[in-house]
C-alpha cells in the first residue's frame, strides 16, 4: 500500500468547482505526475532497503515506497529467526510488475549480491555473524551465511565434543568466519571461536586459584583409551588411567560414564600450559593399608590373573594388591617354559606368598609350592639301579636331557645309549617327545640332577664278544660304511669292526667296496675301547705262508725233545725207562 502522509494539497485547487462538478482545475496527466513524484524511483535488478510490514508463516511483506508492495516467502528469512514487523531488510527488484500488477523482490538475490564482499569483510574484522545451520555433512555442518553455503567443521561446533550433530540442524546461531578459499569460494565459519576467548579468561581464573590436593565436581567431557577428561567447570582435566582406581583398569569405561558427576583431587597444574591432572583413586584408603594385618610368608591366598608377561603372572588377591608369581616357581621343572603355559588373564588361581614387603608395597607368590618337591624323597622313588621310563625333552651334542616326571630331569651321556652302535648325535637314536627306558646310575641331590643310562638295560655284549673274536679268529661280515680311513664291517655274531684300506685288498687285487659281505681275520681286540680291528686280506695271505713255516716243526721238535731232557733230569729213576722210551720214539719218527 502507497503512502500519502507525505502527500501535499495543491496550493491552487479549487474546491467549490470540484464539489459542483464542474471540471477540475488541473488534468488527470496533472494529477498522475503529482502521484508519481510521491513514490520511490526504483529501477529493475536494483538493492534497495525495504521495511517488514507483515510476517507469517508462508511470506513476508515488504515496503520498498513504491506503489505497491513486494511479497517474499518466509523460507528466505529461516536464517533469521527473529524477524518481525518494523526490520529492515535487503531487496532486489527482480521486475517492477508482473502480469498481476505485483512488485517482485527477492531477498536471497539480495543477499547473494553483497555476500562476498560481506564474507572477506566479516573475516578482516574479526565480526561476529550470523548463520543458519541448513544441514549435516560428513565431518560437520552446513551454514547459510549472507546466503552463501559455509562449512561448520564438527570441532568448531563447541568446546565439547559433539555426540549427535542432528539436533544443531535448523538452528541460527553466531559465527565467526575462520577461513576463505578465494579460488574456489570455500568460506570456513566457527561456532567455538566465539567462546574460546571467554573460556580463555575463565580459565586463567580457575587454575589461578587452583591447589594440590584440592576436591573439586566435575562432569566425564570425554573418555579415552588413556583416561578421562573432566569438565571442572570452564577447564578440562585429565584423569590418567592408572588413577581412576587402585586395581587395574583396562577401559575407563569400567569405572566412569560420559556425563558423570564426579569428585576428584587436583594431583598436579601447569599454569603456563594450562594442564590439569587429576586422580579419582585418592580419593580412596590404598588397599595395602587395609591389607590383613595377620597374612604372612607360607599362607595360602587365592586371586585372578590380571596381567599375563613371559616371564610371569600378575595376581590381583584384593582390589588394587597384586603379587607376581614367576615363571620359575609355577613348576619344579627347570626347563625355560614361558608362564602362558600355565595361565592365563582371568584364572582364578591359588598361591603361596613366597615374600611380603608392606612398606614397599610388593608381593612374590608361588603355584609349585602347592605340591611336593619331588626331590626331597628322590632317593626313595628313583634309588640308583632302578629302571624307568621317561620322556625325551632335548638334544645336546652330549646326551639327552629326559623328563622323568614334572621337576625331575636326568641326563643321558652319548656314551650310555648303547653298547655296540657308535652314535654321533642322539637324533640318530630316538627324538624329542618320545618315550624311552632307563637306568638311574647316579643321584646329585644338592644340584638336582640324575644321571641315566639307557644301554645298562641290556647286558655287555663285550663280555661275550671276548670269548668269539680272539686274535687270529675269522668271521663273516659286511662292509656297511666306507670311509678315507679304511671301513666299518658289521660282523655277523653282532658288534662292529674297523679295517684300513690296505686289508681290504681282495685275493685278486681288487679293493672290497661297500656293501660286499666277506671273511675277515681279527687282528686284534681291546674290550675296554670297544676295537675290533679286522682284516680280510689276512685271511689268504696267511694261508699262503703256512706251507713255508712247516720245515719249523723239527726246531720244534728238537725244542721239545730238549723240554723232555729237562723234564727227564728232574724226574726220578723209575721214570727214566718210561722217558728214555718216549724219547726213542720221537727219534724214530724224525
Not at 459542483?20 to 534497495?48: I, R, W
Not at 592408572?242 to 583398569?249: A, F, N, P
Not at 652314535?423 to 627324538?431: A, D, I, L, M
Amino acid at each position: 500500500m502507497a503512502d500519502f502522509k507525505n502527500v501535499q494539497p495543491l496550493a491552487d485547487f479549487n474546491w467549490d468547482e470540484f464539489e459542483n462538478g464542474s471540471k477540475a482545475a488541473v488534468s488527470a496527466e496533472e494529477l498522475q505526475k503529482a502521484y508519481d513524484e510521491t513514490l520511490n524511483k526504483v529501477s529493475e535488478h536494483q538493492v534497495v532497503d525495504g521495511t517488514v510490514i507483515s510476517v507469517d508463516k508462508k511470506e513476508v511483506i515488504v515496503n520498498i515506497g513504491y506503489k505497491s508492495d513486494g511479497i517474499i516467502p518466509a523460507s528466505e528469512f529461516r536464517y533469521n529467526p527473529d524477524l518481525k514487523v518494523g526490520d529492515v531488510v535487503e531487496v532486489y527488484v527482480e521486475n517492477q510488475e508482473d502480469k498481476k500488477g505485483q512488485l517482485l523482490l527477492s531477498h536471497k538475490k539480495a543477499r547473494l549480491s553483497k555476500s562476498w564482499e560481506r564474507v572477506n569483510a566479516a573475516l578482516e574484522n574479526e565480526e561476529v555473524i550470523q548463520g543458519y545451520i541448513k544441514c549435516r555433512t560428513k565431518g560437520g555442518m552446513i551454514v547459510d551465511v549472507f546466503g552463501i553455503e559455509a562449512f561448520l567443521p564438527g570441532s568448531q561446533i563447541d568446546v565439547h565434543p559433539i555426540r549427535d550433530y542432528d539436533v544443531f540442524v535448523g538452528k541460527t546461531m553466531e559465527f565467526k568466519v575462520v577461513k576463505i578459499n578465494q579460488e574456489f569460494r570455500n568460506v570456513v565459519v566457527s561456532h567455538k571461536a566465539l567462546i574460546e576467548a571467554e573460556l580463555e579468561a575463565q580459565k586463567k581464573e580457575i587454575i589461578s586459584k587452583l591447589e594440590k590436593g584440592q576436591i573439586l565436581e566435575g562432569t566425564v567431557k570425554n573418555i579415552t583409551s588413556y583416561g578421562v577428561f573432566v569438565d571442572l567447570g570452564g577447564v578440562d582435566g585429565l584423569i590418567h588411567i592408572t588413577d581412576l582406581s587402585w586395581g587395574r583398569v583396562s577401559d575407563p569405561h569400567e569405572v566412569v560414564a560420559l556425563d558423570q558427576k564426579i569428585n576428584v583431587v587436583i594431583l598436579d597444574f601447569d599454569e603456563e600450559k594450562k594442564r590439569i591432572a587429576l586422580g579419582l583413586k585418592q580419593l580412596t584408603p590404598h588397599p595395602w593399608d587395609a591389607l590383613d594385618p595377620n597374612l604372612k610368608v607360607g599362607d595360602h591366598v587365592k586371586g585372578k590373573v590380571v596381567v599375563m608377561a613371559d616371564y610371569g603372572a600378575f595376581v590381583e588377591i584384593a582390589p588394587g594388591v597384586e603379587g607376581l608369581i614367576h615363571v620359575s616357581e609355577m613348576s619344579w621343572s627347570q626347563h625355560l617354559r614361558s608362564a602362558q603355559d600355565f595361565m592365563k588373564v582371568g584364572d582364578e588361581v591359588e598361591a603361596v606368598i613366597l615374600t611380603l614387603d608392606r612398606a614397599e608395597r610388593k608381593m612374590s607368590l608361588g603355584i609349585k609350592q602347592l605340591k611336593e618337591d619331588p626331590w626331597e624323597a628322590i632317593e626313595v622313588k628313583y634309588p640308583v639301579g632302578s629302571k624307568h621310563t621317561a620322556k625325551v625333552r632335548n638334544f645336546t651334542n652330549f646326551g639327552i636331557f629326559v623328563e622323568l616326571e614334572e621337576g625331575v630331569d636326568g641326563l643321558i651321556h652319548i656314551s650310555d645309549l648303547s653298547w655296540t652302535k657308535k652314535v654321533k648325535h642322539p637324533s640318530e637314536f630316538t627324538q624329542v617327545g618320545a618315550d624311552i627306558d632307563v637306568v638311574v646310575l647316579e643321584i646329585d641331590k644338592d644340584n638336582r640332577r640324575l644321571s641315566l643310562g639307557h644301554k645298562q638295560l641290556e647286558e655287555n655284549p663285550w663280555d661275550t664278544y671276548e670269548t668269539i673274536y680272539t686274535p687270529g679268529s675269522v668271521h663273516t661280515g659286511k662292509i656297511t660304511e666306507m670311509m678315507d680311513k679304511g671301513a666299518v664291517i658289521t660282523l655277523n655274531e653282532g658288534g662292529e669292526g674297523f679295517a684300513t684300506p690296505k686289508h681290504l685288498v681282495k685275493e685278486d687285487g681288487s679293493q672290497a667296496q661297500l656293501g660286499e659281505e666277506l671273511e675277515f681275520k681279527v687282528i686284534e681286540f681291546v674290550k675296554e675301547t670297544k676295537r675290533i680291528i679286522l682284516s680280510h686280506s689276512r685271511t689268504f695271505e696267511d694261508a699262503k705262508e703256512e706251507p713255508k713255516k712247516a720245515p719249523r716243526k723239527k726246531a720244534a721238535k728238537k725244542d721239545e725233545t730238549a723240554a723232555i731232557n729237562n723234564v727227564a733230569a728232574s724226574t726220578t729213576l723209575g721214570d727214566l725207562d718210561a722217558l728214555a722210551a718216549l724219547k726213542a720214539k720221537m727219534e724214530k719218527g724224525e
